[in-house]
Structures are given as C-alpha cells and as structure tokens.
C-alpha cells in the first residue's frame, strides 16, 4: 500500500484549485501545500516531450514510490503512460 496525493489536473492540485490568479495553470501545483516547489514530470513519458505541455493538458496520479521512502512516483493519464504504470506495479495479476 502506498499513499496517493492529490491529482494534478491541467496544472492545478485537485484539493487546493487555483492559487494565484496572476500565474498560469500549469504552475499552480507548485504553489499548493501538497506540491510547494516541487517539479513533478511523469515517469513514463518520452524525455524529449516538454513536461509543461502535458501538465497543461494531461492529468497527472501521484504516489509514494512503493520501495523508496521519500520519493514520489508520477504517471499522467494518457493510455500508454497508465498502462506502463499497472504494468510495473500491479501485484494481483
């Protein structure tokens, strides 16, 4: 079991919402309680892709990493991004 924060949905925290009305949406995490400076990119995305363009448009899941305290571990929504994910760390198969 590891404990799941709060979704980051087009940039913006799910629990805290909007912030700052004068910093663009995909920012807005960084100023919340949950992710205050933190950069969060998803694990599984192809490098090359710049990681404000899916937090722009995409949903990102966090999690604690299952095996390494203090580390957090961020997949976004697409199919194959989610897919990879279960498939790693999906203990009933």
């Known amino acids: 079991m590891v404990k799941r924060y709060p979704e980051v949905r087009g940039g913006v925290c799910e629990f805290c919402g909007t912030m700052d009305r004068n910093y663009p949406s995909e920012y807005q995490y960084k100023l919340c309680q949950h992710y205050n400076g933190m950069d969060l990119r998803c694990s599984y995305c192809d490098k090359n892709k710049d990681p404000n363009e899916i937090n722009k448009t995409l949903t ?10 203090n580390h957090l571990i ?15 760390y999906q203990v009933n198969k």
């Open 74 to 88: 961020v997949w976004c929504n697409s199919y194959a991004c989610s897919k990879k994910h279960l498939e790693r």
């Open 60 to 69: 990102l899941n966090v999690a604690d990493h299952p095996v390494y305290p």
